[in-house]
């Protein structure tokens, strides 16, 4: 597993398999959120997989799909709204863990300053220069 922590009780990943969750849950993961469609994937790595998987692991499982270049608020919310009321720490995959660092990037443009948003999603290899923009508009200072 490539898992690389953006913050403290948040990480993401790329693809993961559903034999790999018990092992995330004993490394102490709570909560999974998926951000892959499942237009990406075969039916071992989709959504029903996912979550019978994480259920059996004992993680909290959400499925937020984000297609390439289809961020919406909505998704954006649904994302903030799961990072703030389940138990932590989290990991969020899709296909490279991009797309999951930029909901949490988007997410957090609110409550973090943009050069500490951009400065974790760099650390852990992710280049949010394309995105600064719509966290800029998202950010209140």
């Known amino acids: 597993m490539d898992l690389r922590q953006i913050v403290p009780g948040f990480a993401v990943a790329p693809q ?15 909560t999974l959120i998926n951000n892959r469609p499942d237009a990406e994937v075969g039916d071992d790595l989709g959504h029903a997989a996912m ?19 289809l961020m919406t608020p909505d998704l954006v919310e ?3 709204a799961t990072l703030a009321k389940d138990e932590g ?34 650390a852990a290899g992710y280049d949010l220069s394309g995105l600064v923009p719509q966290l800029a508009a998202r950010s209140d200072g």
């Open 16 to 30: 993961i398999e559903p034999a790999e969750l018990a092992s995330l849950a004993a490394m102490g993961f709570r």
């Open 51 to 69: 979550e019978v998987a994480a259920r059996a692991a004992g993680l909290a499982y959400h499925r937020l799909p984000y297609a390439p270049g």
């Open 78 to 80: 649904a994302f903030a």
């Open 89 to 122: 720490p989290v990991l969020a995959y899709c296909r490279s863990g991009t797309r999951s660092s930029h909901l949490w990037a988007m997410a957090q443009a609110p409550h973090l300053p943009l050069r500490d948003i951009l400065a974790a999603t760099t």
